[in-house]
C-alpha cells in the first residue's frame, strides 16, 4: 500500500505564501497523474491541482494564477506552490493520485490556516 506523506502546511497572514510537499513511498509519478487536495472545515474534500506524467497541469478555478503544482520523479515528491493566500484557502492539503486508485492511501495532510 503506497503511503504518502505531505507537510509544508502553518499559519500565514493573507498575500502570503506556503510551499507544501509530498512524498510517497513509491514511484507514482512516472505513469499516474498527481492531486493535490484540499478539504475545508465543514466541507467535503476537493481536488485542485493536478499533474500529468508528461508535466502537463490543470488548476481549479480558485487556485489558478496563484498555485502551482509541479514533482520530482527522482524523489517521488510533487509540490504546491501557493502564493496570494486568502482565508477561504485555509484547509488540510492532501495529495494523492487522480482518480484516488485506494481510499486507503490517503495520508495525515498538511493544515494551512490563512489568517491576519
Known amino acids: 500500500q503506497v503511503q504518502l506523506v505531505e507537510s509544508g502546511g502553518g499559519e500565514v497572514q493573507p498575500g502570503g505564501s506556503l510551499r507544501l510537499s509530498c512524498v510517497a513511498s513509491?514511484?507514482?509519478?512516472?505513469?499516474?497523474?498527481m492531486g493535490w487536495y484540499r478539504q475545508a472545515p465543514g466541507r467535503q474534500r476537493e481536488l485542485i491541482a493536478h499533474?500529468?506524467?508528461?508535466?502537463?497541469?490543470w488548476y481549479d478555478g480558485s487556485v489558478q494564477g496563484r498555485y502551482s503544482i509541479s514533482k520530482d520523479n527522482s524523489r517521488n515528491m510533487v509540490f504546491l506552490q501557493m502564493n496570494n493566500l486568502v482565508p477561504a484557502d485555509t484547509a488540510v492539503y492532501y495529495c494523492?493520485?487522480?482518480?484516488?486508485?485506494?481510499?486507503?492511501?490517503w495520508g495525515q495532510g498538511t493544515q494551512v490556516t490563512v489568517s491576519s
Open positions: 499533474i500529468r506524467s508528461d508535466g502537463a497541469t
Open positions: 513509491e514511484n507514482l509519478f512516472r505513469s499516474l497523474m
Open positions: 494523492n493520485t487522480f482518480p484516488v486508485r485506494d481510499q486507503n492511501s
